[in-house]
Protein backbone atom coordinates (compact mmCIF):
# COMPACT_ATOMS: atom_id res chain seq x y z
CA UNK A 1 0.00 0.00 0.00
CA UNK A 2 0.72 3.73 -0.80
CA UNK A 3 -1.26 6.19 -0.14
CA UNK A 4 -0.89 9.75 -0.97
CA UNK A 5 -2.47 12.35 1.20
CA UNK A 6 -3.64 15.88 0.49
CA UNK A 7 -5.60 18.81 2.28
CA UNK A 8 -6.20 22.19 0.89
CA UNK A 9 -9.08 23.21 2.74
CA UNK A 10 -7.58 25.53 5.49
CA UNK A 11 -4.86 28.18 4.85
CA UNK A 12 -2.32 24.73 5.02
CA UNK A 13 -1.28 23.18 1.54
CA UNK A 14 -0.11 19.78 3.18
CA UNK A 15 1.27 16.77 1.45
CA UNK A 16 2.03 13.12 2.61
CA UNK A 17 2.57 9.94 1.56
CA UNK A 18 1.84 6.74 3.70
CA UNK A 19 3.24 2.75 2.99
CA UNK A 20 0.60 1.01 5.28
CA UNK A 21 2.97 1.05 8.16
CA UNK A 22 4.16 5.01 8.68
CA UNK A 23 3.61 7.95 6.63
CA UNK A 24 7.24 8.20 4.66
CA UNK A 25 7.46 11.50 3.15
CA UNK A 26 5.71 14.85 4.33
CA UNK A 27 5.40 18.65 3.25
CA UNK A 28 3.25 21.46 5.11
CA UNK A 29 3.28 25.17 3.88
CA UNK A 30 0.72 27.76 5.55
CA UNK A 31 -0.29 30.20 2.97
CA UNK A 32 -4.08 30.96 2.55
CA UNK A 33 -3.46 32.92 -1.28
CA UNK A 34 -1.12 30.05 -3.12
CA UNK A 35 -2.72 26.88 -2.98
CA UNK A 36 -2.95 26.27 -6.52
CA UNK A 37 0.80 26.98 -6.89
CA UNK A 38 2.39 25.26 -4.48
CA UNK A 39 0.73 21.74 -4.04
CA UNK A 40 2.06 20.30 -7.14
CA UNK A 41 5.67 21.22 -6.51
CA UNK A 42 4.95 19.62 -3.06
CA UNK A 43 3.67 16.67 -4.49
CA UNK A 44 6.68 16.36 -6.20
CA UNK A 45 9.02 16.73 -3.12
CA UNK A 46 7.45 14.02 -1.10
CA UNK A 47 7.53 11.55 -4.23
CA UNK A 48 11.14 12.40 -4.73
CA UNK A 49 11.94 12.44 -0.99
CA UNK A 50 10.05 9.16 -0.33
CA UNK A 51 12.17 8.10 -3.34
CA UNK A 52 9.37 6.66 -5.90
CA UNK A 53 7.54 7.95 -8.43
CA UNK A 54 3.57 8.55 -8.81
CA UNK A 55 2.55 5.73 -10.44
CA UNK A 56 4.03 3.43 -7.42
CA UNK A 57 0.49 5.31 -5.61
CA UNK A 58 -2.02 2.96 -4.99
CA UNK A 59 -4.76 5.10 -3.61
CA UNK A 60 -5.20 8.85 -3.09
CA UNK A 61 -6.74 10.50 -0.21
CA UNK A 62 -8.26 14.18 0.04
CA UNK A 63 -9.18 16.58 2.60
CA UNK A 64 -12.74 17.25 2.16
CA UNK A 65 -13.19 20.02 4.03
CA UNK A 66 -15.31 22.15 5.24
CA UNK A 67 -13.27 25.05 3.39
CA UNK A 68 -13.31 28.41 1.82
CA UNK A 69 -14.29 27.09 -1.43
CA UNK A 70 -11.09 28.43 -3.75
CA UNK A 71 -8.54 26.75 -2.24
CA UNK A 72 -10.59 23.40 -1.15
CA UNK A 73 -10.92 22.37 -4.85
CA UNK A 74 -7.21 22.55 -5.73
CA UNK A 75 -6.81 19.60 -3.41
CA UNK A 76 -10.04 18.51 -4.77
CA UNK A 77 -9.53 18.50 -8.54
CA UNK A 78 -5.98 17.53 -8.27
CA UNK A 79 -6.92 14.24 -6.42
CA UNK A 80 -9.54 13.35 -9.21
CA UNK A 81 -7.47 13.92 -11.96
CA UNK A 82 -4.65 11.28 -10.07
CA UNK A 83 -7.31 8.81 -9.96
CA UNK A 84 -8.15 9.05 -13.64
CA UNK A 85 -5.07 8.83 -15.13
CA UNK A 86 -3.81 6.35 -12.54
CA UNK A 87 -6.90 4.44 -12.31
CA UNK A 88 -6.63 3.79 -7.91
CA UNK A 89 -9.44 4.78 -5.61
CA UNK A 90 -9.49 8.76 -4.73
CA UNK A 91 -11.09 8.51 -1.00
CA UNK A 92 -12.48 11.82 0.89
CA UNK A 93 -12.23 12.32 4.55
CA UNK A 94 -13.44 15.60 6.48
CA UNK A 95 -10.49 18.03 6.86
CA UNK A 96 -11.60 18.74 10.80
CA UNK A 97 -11.48 14.90 11.54
CA UNK A 98 -7.67 14.71 10.16
CA UNK A 99 -7.36 17.64 12.60
CA UNK A 100 -9.39 16.07 15.60
CA UNK A 101 -6.76 12.92 14.92
CA UNK A 102 -3.47 14.89 15.68
CA UNK A 103 -4.73 16.06 18.80
CA UNK A 104 -3.24 14.75 22.40
CA UNK A 105 -6.33 15.71 24.05
CA UNK A 106 -8.44 12.65 26.67
CA UNK A 107 -11.95 13.07 26.84
CA UNK A 108 -14.12 15.40 24.55
CA UNK A 109 -12.93 18.48 22.52
CA UNK A 110 -14.36 20.76 19.60
CA UNK A 111 -12.01 21.83 16.55
CA UNK A 112 -12.56 24.72 14.74
CA UNK A 113 -11.18 26.03 11.17
CA UNK A 114 -11.27 29.55 10.27
CA UNK A 115 -14.27 29.97 8.07
CA UNK A 116 -13.73 33.37 7.10
CA UNK A 117 -16.39 35.96 7.54
CA UNK A 118 -16.23 36.04 11.25
CA UNK A 119 -17.23 32.68 11.35
CA UNK A 120 -15.77 28.93 11.85
CA UNK A 121 -16.11 25.89 10.52
CA UNK A 122 -16.61 23.28 13.42
CA UNK A 123 -17.45 20.30 15.02
CA UNK A 124 -17.19 18.30 18.31
CA UNK A 125 -15.74 15.06 19.16
CA UNK A 126 -15.85 12.75 22.23
CA UNK A 127 -11.89 11.65 21.30
CA UNK A 128 -9.99 11.74 18.96
CA UNK A 129 -11.46 9.36 16.34
CA UNK A 130 -14.99 10.25 17.41
CA UNK A 131 -16.72 12.88 16.06
CA UNK A 132 -20.19 13.59 17.69
CA UNK A 133 -21.53 16.67 15.67
CA UNK A 134 -21.93 17.20 12.24
CA UNK A 135 -20.01 19.55 10.78
CA UNK A 136 -21.32 23.43 10.88
CA UNK A 137 -20.02 26.78 9.83
CA UNK A 138 -21.50 29.46 12.60
CA UNK A 139 -20.77 32.70 14.21
CA UNK A 140 -18.33 32.02 17.47
CA UNK A 141 -20.89 33.61 19.85
CA UNK A 142 -23.92 31.76 18.69
CA UNK A 143 -22.28 28.65 19.31
CA UNK A 144 -20.78 29.40 22.96
CA UNK A 145 -22.99 27.12 24.52
CA UNK A 146 -22.53 24.18 22.10
CA UNK A 147 -18.65 24.37 23.10
CA UNK A 148 -18.64 25.76 26.44
CA UNK A 149 -16.05 24.54 28.91
CA UNK A 150 -14.13 22.24 26.17
CA UNK A 151 -10.61 22.12 24.73
CA UNK A 152 -10.13 23.13 21.29
CA UNK A 153 -7.86 22.41 18.25
CA UNK A 154 -7.16 24.39 15.37
CA UNK A 155 -6.69 28.11 13.90
CA UNK A 156 -10.44 29.13 14.09
CA UNK A 157 -9.94 28.42 18.12
CA UNK A 158 -7.09 30.54 18.09
CA UNK A 159 -8.85 33.30 16.11
CA UNK A 160 -11.81 33.32 18.93
CA UNK A 161 -10.45 33.11 22.50
CA UNK A 162 -13.71 34.40 23.85
CA UNK A 163 -15.65 31.22 22.86
CA UNK A 164 -12.54 28.79 22.82
CA UNK A 165 -10.03 29.69 25.68
CA UNK A 166 -8.78 26.22 25.94
CA UNK A 167 -6.98 26.67 22.87
CA UNK A 168 -4.53 23.63 21.82
CA UNK A 169 -2.49 21.80 19.46
CA UNK A 170 -2.56 21.32 16.31
CA UNK A 171 -3.52 24.42 14.81
CA UNK A 172 -3.08 23.54 11.32
CA UNK A 173 -4.28 20.06 9.60
CA UNK A 174 -1.77 17.39 8.26
CA UNK A 175 -1.83 15.36 5.63
CA UNK A 176 0.35 12.98 7.59
CA UNK A 177 -2.82 12.79 10.20
CA UNK A 178 -4.82 12.93 7.39
CA UNK A 179 -3.22 10.10 5.98
CA UNK A 180 -2.77 7.71 9.06
CA UNK A 181 -6.26 8.01 10.32
CA UNK A 182 -7.35 7.20 6.37
CA UNK A 183 -5.06 3.91 6.82
CA UNK A 184 -6.36 3.07 10.06
CA UNK A 185 -9.68 3.47 8.68
CA UNK A 186 -9.38 1.22 5.46
CA UNK A 187 -7.23 -1.34 7.37
CA UNK A 188 -10.08 -1.65 9.94
CA UNK A 189 -12.21 -2.51 7.06
CA UNK A 190 -14.16 0.51 7.14
CA UNK A 191 -15.62 2.10 3.65
CA UNK A 192 -14.53 5.66 2.65
CA UNK A 193 -16.33 8.61 1.58
CA UNK A 194 -16.31 9.83 -1.83
CA UNK A 195 -14.36 12.94 -2.34
CA UNK A 196 -17.19 15.19 -2.62
CA UNK A 197 -16.57 18.85 -1.01
CA UNK A 198 -17.76 20.26 1.99
CA UNK A 199 -18.73 24.02 1.16
CA UNK A 200 -21.86 24.62 4.27
CA UNK A 201 -22.76 27.76 2.64
CA UNK A 202 -24.47 28.42 -0.34
CA UNK A 203 -22.63 30.09 -3.44
CA UNK A 204 -22.86 34.11 -2.88
CA UNK A 205 -25.50 35.20 -5.38
CA UNK A 206 -28.10 37.74 -5.65
CA UNK A 207 -31.11 36.95 -8.00
CA UNK A 208 -31.57 40.20 -9.71
CA UNK A 209 -35.57 41.09 -9.03
CA UNK A 210 -35.51 43.20 -12.26
CA UNK A 211 -33.11 45.23 -14.15
CA UNK A 212 -32.48 47.98 -12.63
CA UNK A 213 -34.27 51.76 -14.21
CA UNK A 214 -31.93 53.70 -15.62
CA UNK A 215 -34.46 56.73 -16.40
CA UNK A 216 -34.01 59.57 -13.97
CA UNK A 217 -37.12 59.91 -11.79
CA UNK B 1 -4.94 21.45 -44.83
CA UNK B 2 -3.98 17.80 -43.53
CA UNK B 3 -1.41 17.59 -40.67
CA UNK B 4 1.35 15.12 -40.36
CA UNK B 5 0.72 12.30 -38.29
CA UNK B 6 4.01 13.89 -36.10
CA UNK B 7 1.83 17.20 -35.66
CA UNK B 8 1.50 17.24 -31.52
CA UNK B 9 -1.01 16.27 -30.01
CA UNK B 10 -2.69 18.36 -27.66
CA UNK B 11 -5.44 18.11 -24.75
CA UNK B 12 -6.91 21.49 -24.07
CA UNK B 13 -8.58 22.46 -20.71
CA UNK B 14 -10.70 25.63 -20.17
CA UNK B 15 -12.32 27.09 -17.69
CA UNK B 16 -11.82 30.61 -17.74
CA UNK B 17 -15.95 31.34 -17.59
CA UNK B 18 -18.88 29.06 -17.30
CA UNK B 19 -17.94 26.23 -19.76
CA UNK B 20 -15.87 23.02 -18.65
CA UNK B 21 -14.08 22.77 -22.04
CA UNK B 22 -11.76 19.88 -22.93
CA UNK B 23 -10.68 19.58 -26.72
CA UNK B 24 -7.83 17.62 -28.44
CA UNK B 25 -6.00 18.28 -31.83
CA UNK B 26 -3.12 17.22 -33.42
CA UNK B 27 -1.24 20.23 -35.01
CA UNK B 28 -4.41 22.28 -36.63
CA UNK B 29 -6.81 19.30 -36.69
CA UNK B 30 -9.48 19.39 -34.45
CA UNK B 31 -9.95 15.67 -32.44
CA UNK B 32 -12.16 16.43 -30.10
CA UNK B 33 -14.48 19.30 -28.46
CA UNK B 34 -15.98 18.04 -25.63
CA UNK B 35 -17.73 21.24 -23.04
CA UNK B 36 -20.03 20.82 -20.25
CA UNK B 37 -22.29 24.28 -19.32
CA UNK B 38 -23.30 25.26 -16.42
CA UNK B 39 -25.15 28.01 -18.28
CA UNK B 40 -28.32 27.11 -16.64
CA UNK B 41 -27.48 27.30 -13.45
CA UNK B 42 -26.86 31.17 -14.05
CA UNK B 43 -29.46 32.01 -16.08
CA UNK B 44 -31.93 32.59 -13.31
CA UNK B 45 -28.87 35.36 -12.35
CA UNK B 46 -28.81 37.50 -14.68
CA UNK B 47 -25.18 37.18 -15.18
CA UNK B 48 -22.50 34.40 -14.68
CA UNK B 49 -22.20 33.76 -10.51
CA UNK B 50 -18.23 32.77 -10.48
CA UNK B 51 -18.80 30.44 -7.23
CA UNK B 52 -21.67 28.53 -9.24
CA UNK B 53 -19.19 28.33 -12.13
CA UNK B 54 -16.79 27.04 -10.06
CA UNK B 55 -18.36 24.39 -8.35
CA UNK B 56 -19.75 22.97 -11.64
CA UNK B 57 -16.22 22.88 -13.36
CA UNK B 58 -15.30 20.73 -10.23
CA UNK B 59 -18.09 18.55 -10.94
CA UNK B 60 -17.53 18.33 -14.73
CA UNK B 61 -14.09 17.87 -15.27
CA UNK B 62 -13.00 14.12 -15.12
CA UNK B 63 -15.76 13.18 -17.13
CA UNK B 64 -14.95 16.60 -19.74
CA UNK B 65 -11.95 14.89 -20.11
CA UNK B 66 -13.62 11.33 -20.60
CA UNK B 67 -15.35 12.67 -23.33
CA UNK B 68 -12.79 14.07 -25.12
CA UNK B 69 -10.34 10.71 -25.54
CA UNK B 70 -12.68 9.07 -26.28
CA UNK B 71 -14.51 11.19 -28.97
CA UNK B 72 -11.07 11.65 -30.39
CA UNK B 73 -10.07 8.15 -29.64
CA UNK B 74 -6.68 8.62 -28.91
CA UNK B 75 -5.36 7.13 -25.31
CA UNK B 76 -3.95 9.92 -22.98
CA UNK B 77 -0.52 8.66 -22.88
CA UNK B 78 0.08 9.16 -26.82
CA UNK B 79 -0.99 13.12 -26.04
CA UNK B 80 2.27 15.43 -26.59
CA UNK B 81 1.46 17.86 -23.89
CA UNK B 82 -0.95 19.61 -21.80
CA UNK B 83 -2.36 23.08 -21.89
CA UNK B 84 -4.78 24.97 -20.08
CA UNK B 85 -6.06 28.63 -20.43
CA UNK B 86 -4.14 30.44 -17.06
CA UNK B 87 -5.81 33.35 -17.45
CA UNK B 88 -7.62 36.23 -18.14
CA UNK B 89 -10.91 35.14 -16.53
CA UNK B 90 -12.75 34.17 -13.53
CA UNK B 91 -10.10 32.99 -10.56
CA UNK B 92 -11.41 30.92 -8.79
CA UNK B 93 -12.80 29.21 -11.97
CA UNK B 94 -9.21 29.36 -13.67
CA UNK B 95 -7.78 27.61 -10.50
CA UNK B 96 -9.66 24.29 -11.08
CA UNK B 97 -8.61 24.32 -14.75
CA UNK B 98 -5.17 24.82 -13.73
CA UNK B 99 -5.68 22.29 -10.88
CA UNK B 100 -6.66 19.54 -13.00
CA UNK B 101 -4.46 20.34 -15.56
CA UNK B 102 -1.10 19.92 -13.69
CA UNK B 103 -2.34 16.89 -11.97
CA UNK B 104 -2.56 15.63 -15.48
CA UNK B 105 0.37 16.72 -17.07
CA UNK B 106 2.49 15.74 -14.15
CA UNK B 107 0.66 12.25 -13.77
CA UNK B 108 1.24 11.09 -17.58
CA UNK B 109 4.95 12.59 -17.56
CA UNK B 110 3.76 15.29 -19.82
CA UNK B 111 4.95 19.04 -20.51
CA UNK B 112 2.50 21.74 -19.26
CA UNK B 113 1.42 24.78 -21.41
CA UNK B 114 -0.75 27.46 -19.48
CA UNK B 115 -1.68 30.00 -22.15
CA UNK B 116 -3.34 32.58 -22.46
CA UNK B 117 -7.54 32.53 -23.29
CA UNK B 118 -7.53 35.48 -25.76
CA UNK B 119 -4.74 34.12 -27.81
CA UNK B 120 -6.50 30.88 -27.89
CA UNK B 121 -9.58 32.68 -29.25
CA UNK B 122 -7.55 33.94 -31.74
CA UNK B 123 -5.57 30.67 -32.57
CA UNK B 124 -8.73 28.60 -32.63
CA UNK B 125 -9.40 29.50 -36.34
CA UNK B 126 -6.60 27.09 -37.60
CA UNK B 127 -8.60 24.31 -36.76
CA UNK B 128 -11.06 26.02 -39.20
CA UNK B 129 -9.01 27.80 -41.93
CA UNK B 130 -5.74 26.04 -41.33
CA UNK B 131 -2.56 28.71 -40.15
CA UNK B 132 -3.14 31.70 -39.62
CA UNK B 133 -1.92 34.17 -42.06
CA UNK B 134 0.96 36.24 -40.08
CA UNK B 135 0.21 39.32 -39.36
CA UNK B 136 -3.53 38.48 -38.27
CA UNK B 137 -5.84 41.49 -36.75
CA UNK B 138 -8.57 39.76 -34.55
CA UNK B 139 -11.51 41.30 -32.97
CA UNK B 140 -12.78 39.32 -30.34
CA UNK B 141 -16.20 39.97 -28.57
CA UNK B 142 -17.88 38.20 -25.71
CA UNK B 143 -19.84 38.70 -22.77
CA UNK B 144 -16.39 38.89 -20.84
CA UNK B 145 -13.96 40.85 -23.75
CA UNK B 146 -14.03 43.01 -27.12
CA UNK B 147 -10.64 43.69 -28.03
CA UNK B 148 -9.01 44.43 -31.05
CA UNK B 149 -5.44 42.57 -31.21
CA UNK B 150 -2.63 42.24 -34.13
CA UNK B 151 -0.25 39.18 -34.03
CA UNK B 152 2.11 38.41 -35.70
CA UNK B 153 2.84 34.69 -34.18
CA UNK B 154 0.30 33.60 -31.79
CA UNK B 155 3.02 31.99 -29.67
CA UNK B 156 5.01 34.71 -28.84
CA UNK B 157 3.67 38.06 -30.25
CA UNK B 158 0.06 39.66 -29.80
CA UNK B 159 -0.07 43.57 -29.39
CA UNK B 160 -3.43 45.00 -27.83
CA UNK B 161 -4.60 47.73 -30.71
CA UNK B 162 -8.12 48.29 -28.89
CA UNK B 163 -10.49 47.61 -26.18
CA UNK B 164 -13.64 48.32 -24.63
CA UNK B 165 -13.21 51.08 -22.03
CA UNK B 166 -16.45 49.68 -20.30
CA UNK B 167 -19.01 47.01 -20.85
CA UNK B 168 -18.08 44.38 -23.61
CA UNK B 169 -20.19 44.31 -26.25
CA UNK B 170 -21.75 40.34 -24.88
CA UNK B 171 -22.66 42.44 -21.77
CA UNK B 172 -24.54 44.59 -23.57
CA UNK B 173 -26.41 42.33 -25.13
CA UNK B 174 -27.27 40.58 -21.85
CA UNK B 175 -28.42 43.90 -20.63
CA UNK B 176 -30.83 44.54 -23.18
CA UNK B 177 -32.47 40.87 -23.05
CA UNK B 178 -32.85 41.69 -19.61
CA UNK B 179 -34.81 44.96 -20.02
CA UNK B 180 -36.81 43.59 -22.88
CA UNK B 181 -37.65 40.49 -20.22
CA UNK B 182 -35.97 38.12 -22.83
CA UNK B 183 -33.79 35.59 -20.43
CA UNK B 184 -30.41 35.26 -20.07
CA UNK B 185 -27.97 34.36 -22.25
CA UNK B 186 -29.06 38.09 -24.41
CA UNK B 187 -27.04 37.22 -28.11
CA UNK B 188 -29.06 34.12 -29.19
CA UNK B 189 -32.08 35.76 -28.39
CA UNK B 190 -31.66 39.30 -29.45
CA UNK B 191 -29.89 38.09 -32.71
CA UNK B 192 -33.15 36.09 -33.37
CA UNK B 193 -35.71 38.78 -32.76
CA UNK B 194 -33.46 41.34 -34.66
CA UNK B 195 -34.15 39.11 -37.90
CA UNK B 196 -37.34 40.02 -37.71
CA UNK B 197 -36.89 43.99 -36.92
CA UNK B 198 -35.98 47.01 -38.97
CA UNK B 199 -32.36 47.90 -38.25
CA UNK B 200 -32.80 51.39 -39.01
CA UNK B 201 -36.10 52.06 -36.97
CA UNK B 202 -34.36 53.68 -33.98
CA UNK B 203 -31.40 55.68 -34.29
CA UNK B 204 -29.45 54.33 -31.17
CA UNK B 205 -25.79 55.88 -30.45
CA UNK B 206 -22.41 54.58 -31.74
CA UNK B 207 -19.81 54.68 -29.30
CA UNK B 208 -16.58 56.03 -29.35
CA UNK B 209 -17.05 56.82 -32.83
CA UNK B 210 -16.17 60.69 -32.84
CA UNK B 211 -13.52 62.08 -34.72
CA UNK B 212 -11.14 62.81 -31.54
CA UNK B 213 -12.34 59.33 -29.90
CA UNK B 214 -9.71 56.12 -29.27
CA UNK B 215 -9.80 55.03 -32.49
CA UNK B 216 -9.80 51.40 -32.11
CA UNK B 217 -11.58 51.66 -28.34
CA UNK B 218 -15.09 50.47 -27.80
CA UNK B 219 -17.83 51.75 -25.12
CA UNK B 220 -21.28 50.47 -25.02
CA UNK B 221 -22.43 51.51 -21.71
CA UNK B 222 -24.18 54.72 -23.02
CA UNK B 223 -25.38 52.58 -25.63
CA UNK B 224 -26.91 50.25 -22.97
CA UNK B 225 -28.28 53.32 -20.78
CA UNK B 226 -30.27 54.42 -24.34
CA UNK B 227 -31.72 51.55 -25.26
CA UNK B 228 -32.81 50.94 -22.21
CA UNK B 229 -34.60 54.62 -21.72
CA UNK B 230 -36.04 54.70 -24.71
CA UNK B 231 -37.93 51.61 -23.60
CA UNK B 232 -38.31 52.46 -20.46
CA UNK B 233 -40.17 55.90 -22.00
CA UNK B 234 -41.96 54.00 -24.16
CA UNK B 235 -43.63 51.64 -21.29
CA UNK B 236 -44.26 55.14 -19.46
CA UNK B 237 -46.35 56.83 -22.29
CA UNK B 238 -48.26 53.66 -21.84
CA UNK B 239 -46.81 52.39 -25.47
CA UNK B 240 -46.22 48.75 -26.93
CA UNK B 241 -42.48 48.28 -27.32
CA UNK B 242 -41.40 46.94 -30.31
CA UNK B 243 -39.24 44.57 -29.41
CA UNK B 244 -38.22 43.38 -33.01
CA UNK B 245 -36.99 46.54 -33.98
CA UNK B 246 -35.30 47.61 -31.05
CA UNK B 247 -33.39 44.80 -31.20
CA UNK B 248 -32.05 45.12 -34.76
CA UNK B 249 -31.52 48.37 -33.94
CA UNK B 250 -29.82 47.78 -30.72
CA UNK B 251 -27.53 44.67 -32.44
CA UNK B 252 -26.93 47.15 -35.50
CA UNK B 253 -25.49 49.92 -33.53
CA UNK B 254 -23.04 47.34 -32.02
CA UNK B 255 -21.83 45.31 -34.82
CA UNK B 256 -21.35 49.05 -37.06
CA UNK B 257 -18.74 49.84 -34.39
CA UNK B 258 -17.38 46.54 -34.28
CA UNK B 259 -16.79 45.93 -37.56
CA UNK B 260 -16.03 50.04 -38.75
CA UNK B 261 -13.26 49.62 -36.20
CA UNK B 262 -12.08 46.58 -37.29
CA UNK B 263 -11.81 47.03 -40.92
CA UNK B 264 -9.91 50.40 -39.73
CA UNK B 265 -7.21 48.71 -37.89
CA UNK B 266 -6.70 46.62 -41.05
CA UNK B 267 -6.44 49.05 -43.19
CA UNK B 268 -4.25 51.50 -41.11
CA UNK B 269 -1.69 48.56 -40.53
CA UNK B 270 -1.85 46.92 -44.09
CA UNK B 271 -3.38 43.82 -42.43
CA UNK B 272 -5.29 41.81 -45.09
CA UNK B 273 -6.83 38.76 -42.53
CA UNK B 274 -9.42 39.63 -40.23
CA UNK B 275 -10.71 37.12 -37.75
CA UNK B 276 -13.44 37.37 -35.70
CA UNK B 277 -13.75 35.20 -32.11
CA UNK B 278 -15.36 35.18 -28.84
CA UNK B 279 -19.24 34.27 -28.05
CA UNK B 280 -20.60 37.37 -29.95
CA UNK B 281 -19.01 35.96 -33.50
CA UNK B 282 -21.74 33.52 -33.34
CA UNK B 283 -23.74 36.66 -34.01
CA UNK B 284 -25.65 36.55 -37.61
CA UNK B 285 -25.56 40.39 -38.51
CA UNK B 286 -21.97 40.72 -37.26
CA UNK B 287 -21.06 37.58 -39.65
CA UNK B 288 -22.71 39.51 -42.62
CA UNK B 289 -21.81 43.43 -41.79
CA UNK B 290 -18.09 42.13 -41.44
CA UNK B 291 -18.31 39.92 -45.12
CA UNK B 292 -19.72 42.93 -46.80
CA UNK B 293 -16.80 45.32 -45.33
CA UNK B 294 -14.14 42.84 -45.48
CA UNK B 295 -15.28 42.39 -49.13
CA UNK B 296 -15.74 45.77 -50.07
CA UNK B 297 -12.17 46.74 -48.24
CA UNK B 298 -10.36 44.13 -49.72
CA UNK B 299 -9.88 41.90 -46.84
CA UNK B 300 -10.33 38.46 -46.09
CA UNK B 301 -12.50 37.96 -43.07
CA UNK B 302 -11.86 34.11 -40.76
CA UNK B 303 -14.88 33.35 -38.59
CA UNK B 304 -14.58 30.09 -37.47
CA UNK B 305 -18.05 28.08 -37.04
CA UNK B 306 -19.98 29.08 -33.55
CA UNK B 307 -19.36 26.58 -31.76
CA UNK B 308 -14.99 27.13 -31.86
CA UNK B 309 -16.27 31.21 -31.30
CA UNK B 310 -17.22 30.44 -27.57
CA UNK B 311 -15.37 29.01 -25.00
CA UNK B 312 -14.17 25.79 -24.97
CA UNK B 313 -11.51 23.52 -25.11
CA UNK B 314 -10.19 23.19 -28.52
CA UNK B 315 -9.23 26.79 -28.93
CA UNK B 316 -6.28 25.78 -25.82
CA UNK B 317 -5.64 22.66 -27.66
CA UNK B 318 -4.71 24.81 -30.66
CA UNK B 319 -2.58 27.37 -28.84
CA UNK B 320 -1.14 24.40 -27.16
CA UNK B 321 -0.10 22.55 -29.93
CA UNK B 322 1.25 25.04 -31.64
CA UNK B 323 3.35 26.16 -28.68
CA UNK B 324 4.49 22.86 -28.75
CA UNK B 325 5.47 22.77 -32.53
CA UNK B 326 7.54 26.45 -32.25
CA UNK B 327 9.47 24.55 -29.37
CA UNK B 328 8.20 26.97 -26.83
CA UNK B 329 9.35 26.85 -22.99
CA UNK B 330 6.33 24.64 -21.24
CA UNK B 331 5.03 26.51 -17.37
CA UNK B 332 6.23 25.33 -14.27
CA UNK B 333 5.01 23.57 -11.75
CA UNK B 334 3.99 26.45 -9.96
CA UNK B 335 1.68 27.68 -12.66
CA UNK B 336 -0.68 30.28 -11.52
CA UNK B 337 -4.01 30.93 -12.62
CA UNK B 338 -4.12 34.55 -13.19
CA UNK B 339 -7.69 36.48 -13.58
CA UNK B 340 -5.80 39.51 -14.96
CA UNK B 341 -3.05 37.86 -17.61
CA UNK B 342 -2.07 40.76 -20.15
CA UNK B 343 -3.14 39.97 -23.43
CA UNK B 344 0.79 40.27 -24.37
CA UNK B 345 1.53 37.53 -22.68
CA UNK B 346 0.63 34.22 -25.01
CA UNK B 347 2.16 31.74 -22.51
CA UNK B 348 3.46 31.52 -19.34
CA UNK B 349 6.77 29.98 -19.61
CA UNK B 350 8.49 28.35 -16.99
CA UNK B 351 11.77 30.14 -15.54
CA UNK B 352 13.41 26.62 -14.61
CA UNK B 353 16.04 25.65 -16.64
CA UNK B 354 15.63 24.09 -20.05
CA UNK B 355 11.35 22.96 -21.17
CA UNK B 356 9.50 19.80 -20.75
CA UNK B 357 9.25 18.21 -17.54
CA UNK B 358 10.00 14.81 -16.28
CA UNK B 359 9.62 13.34 -13.12
CA UNK B 360 13.48 13.31 -12.19
CA UNK B 361 13.45 16.70 -13.04
CA UNK B 362 14.61 19.06 -10.11
CA UNK B 363 12.50 22.45 -10.06
CA UNK B 364 14.80 25.12 -8.09
CA UNK B 365 13.13 28.23 -7.37
CA UNK B 366 14.67 30.75 -9.25
CA UNK B 367 16.13 33.52 -7.70
CA UNK B 368 13.74 36.21 -9.01
CA UNK B 369 10.99 34.38 -7.77
CA UNK B 370 7.84 36.97 -7.10
CA UNK B 371 7.70 35.15 -3.92
CA UNK B 372 10.51 33.76 -3.25
ZN1 LIG C 1 -13.70 33.82 -24.12
Redesign the interface.
Known amino acids: MLLLALDTATPAVTVALHDGESVVASSSQVDAR????????A??RV??EAGT???AVTGIVVGVGPGP??GL??G???????????GVPVHGLCTLDALAYASCIEGPFVAATDARRKEVYWARYADRRTRVTEPAVDRPADIADQVAGLPAVGAGARLYPDTFPNAHEPEHVSAAALASLAVEKLQAGEELAAPR?L?LRR??????KN?K???PK | MADLRDAPLVLGIETSCDETGVGIVRGTTLLADAVASSVDEHA???GV?P??A??AH?EA??PT??RALKEAGVA?TDLDGIAVTAGPGL??AL??G???A???A???GKPLYGVNHLASHICVDQLEHGALPEPTMALLVSGGHSSLLLSTDITSDVRPMGATIDDAAGEAFD?IA??LNLGFPGGPVIDRYAKEGDPEAIAFPRGLTGPRDPAYDFSFSGLK?AV??WI??KR?AGEEVPVRDVAASFQEAVVDVLTRKAVRACKDEGVDHLMIGGGVAANSRLRALAQERCEAAGIRLRVPRPKLCTDNGAMVAALGAEMVARGRAASD?????DSSLPVTDPHVPGTSQGHGHN?DH??EVAKDNL?S
Open positions: RHGELLLPVDLAKLDYTRVLMTADTFGLVLPYPDAQVPYVVT | RFGVEVSRLMVIDAAGLVVSAKAYYALKRVTAREAAWDLSAHVHY
